[in-house]
């Protein structure tokens, strides 16, 4: 066991990242993730790796997208206005089937929009983002020793099924500091004999790209990609349920508004009132299964978010609007208080009966 | 048993210092702990606070916003935070810079003036630890022991000449 020592969730993935045998960082800065530039900056250099602040997001992803296509452990951090930037390139890394590992910290949008903590990137993260037919595995963090440890996993889920990987965090868990543990990682093996490292004369090139002339090989491209994906929503869609059983109404919420929902579990259950908590680790795959069972015994479910509303409407496909879901949330880089949310809870409540 | 901190104060008095020394604090005796600061554009004379939780289970929430002890360092801190106390919660004042007392009477007020003792000292940018030692003695949140401990941890290795002040500070606030 190794020691626990405070840290930041920015410094906390940083640190995670280098222990996963990540060597390379590319970024620009931007509130409220700066802290992870800023310590490879400090750290890349003397353990051998590349740290290079680019000259934009754009940059930055295609710098990405070369390393990944060389097979090396690549990442890039940035919050919303940044990851908006990104988007072109994750769309090509995608489409070229390469791991890497995108951060984004998420600030109050749209827009410039604001620096404080902010959810409303989910559709973009979760939907695609950038265009064609994609996915990310999305990870969403809600402690400092999660920010670490998905951190890790994504290197391995990214380099397993070969995709890039978002770690989908916000200003607060990235600002905030607790105890963690960064033990050593199993750096594990996998085959990377398509990458483009030279061919020491001895095979054939390999190439690296997502352009597609002919749309009957694109399409087959498209279905094979489609078929890793079933495979991820079966294997690799994590979540959490706290005192789920016998609740009357069910909150679904992930990272920050989370550990608030948790609040108000506790403090609901205090007063009698029959509440629990679902906590999508994986964003995509969405956890779909918890829900629906759920649905078969709760009246009701609330989706609480920082942002207008965007979960809610996964929230409402996973239950099949078997049950009515209600929205608790700010916005704008305001947080629900866990009050705000056991309003809520006792809102609905009165109405489902 | 958890406890949830409010420390307040103009950015350069080392108000998020004072925190992460707090927290290190629990940490040192094993409490589950979190530390959360206000970010912002502002830099030295602007607004400062960060919520620090202390506990004997994981933390929920890592906001503050109804505190059991607030410690605050300037004037307007003090406005804007009174109100926000958990009844029978404990208020911390730096006395040379907030000329005002406490106006509620359900919570206890501890007055120091730690700016002043600070600089008597000769270690005038550690008003900041003297509060924590004087909260500490209060509160009894952590021992002493622990703080002082915890300070190995805070104080960076460019920076050993600066344990022995912070510690120093600490005794000063615990003794006053």
């Excluded at chain 1, 064609?132 to 402690?143: H, I, R």
Aim: some cysteine.
């Amino acid at each position: 066991m190794s020691e626990k020592v405070l840290m930041k969730g920015n410094e906390a993935i940083a640190e995670a990242a280098i222990k996963a045998g990540c060597r390379f960082y590319f970024g620009y800065p931007i509130t409220p993730q700066t802290e992870i530039a800023a310590y490879m900056a400090k750290r890349m250099p003397k353990i051998g790796g590349t740290f290079l602040q680019a000259e934009s997001e754009v940059s930055a992803i295609n710098m990405v997208y070369g390393v990944a296509g060389a097979g090396y452990r690549v990442m890039t951090s940035s919050s919303s206005p940044g990851v908006s930037l990104k988007q072109e390139g994750i769309s090509y890394i995608a489409g070229a089937d390469l791991p890497a590992l995108i951060v984004n910290v998420q600030r109050g949008g749209p827009g410039l929009g604001g620096i404080q903590p902010s959810q409303s990137d989910y559709f973009q993260a979760t939907k695609g983002g950038g265009h064609g037919d994609y996915k990310l595995v999305v990870y969403a963090p809600a402690s400092v020793q999660e920010m670490a440890d998905y951190t890790i996993k994504a290197f391995d889920v990214a380099d397993k099924y070969r995709l890039p990987v978002m770690l989908l965090a916000d200003g607060t868990m990235g600002q905030m500091m607790e105890p963690v543990e960064l033990p050593d990682a199993e750096i594990k093996e996998y085959d990377k004999s398509w990458a483009v490292r030279g061919t020491q004369m001895k095979r054939e090139h390999n190439i690296i790209n997502s352009l597609y002339l002919n749309p009957e090989e694109l399409e087959r491209t498209n279905f094979e990609r489609f078929e890793k994906y079933a495979l991820i929503e079966k294997e690799e869609c994590l979540y959490e349920e706290y005192m789920v059983d016998d609740a009357d109404v069910v909150l679904v919420a992930f990272g920050i508004a989370s550990r608030i929902s948790k609040n108000a579990v506790n403090e609901a259950r205090k007063q009698g009132l029959k509440v629990g908590l679902i906590r999508p680790i994986t964003l995509w795959p969405f956890p779909v299964e918890p829900l629906k069972k759920a649905a078969e015994h709760a009246k009701g479910f609330i989706s609480v978010e920082l942002s207008m509303g965007q979960m809610i409407e996964d929230v409402r496909l996973a239950t099949e609007c078997k049950r009515p879901v209600a929205l608790c949330n700010r916005t704008g880089g305001m947080i629900p208080s866990p009050e705000q949310v056991l309003e809520s809870i006792k809102k609905m409540l009165s109405e489902v009966k | 048993m958890t406890t949830q901190i409010l420390i307040a104060g103009f950015g350069g008095q080392g108000v998020l210092f004072a925190g992460k020394c707090l927290a290190y604090e629990g940490l040192v005796e094993n409490k589950q702990v979190s530390w959360l600061p206000s970010y912002g554009p502002e830099m030295r004379g602007g607004t400062a606070n960060c919520s620090v939780i202390l506990s004997d289970e994981p933390v929920g929430s890592p906001i503050v916003s109804n505190p059991d002890v607030l410690i605050v360092m300037n004037l307007p801190s003090l406005d804007k935070y009174e109100k926000d106390v958990v009844k029978g919660g404990k208020i911390f004042v730096d006395s040379t810079l907030i000329a005002r007392k406490v106006e509620r009477t359900d919570v206890d007020a501890f007055y120091i003036p730690a700016t002043s003792m600070a600089n008597e000292l000769g270690i005038p940018s550690l008003a900041n630890m003297i509060i924590v030692g004087k909260m500490i003695k209060e509160t009894g949140i952590v021992t002493i022991e622990s703080a002082c401990e915890a300070m190995k941890k805070v104080v960076s290795a460019r920076h050993q000449d600066m344990l022995d002040a912070n510690i120093k500070a600490l005794n000063a606030g615990y003794n006053y």
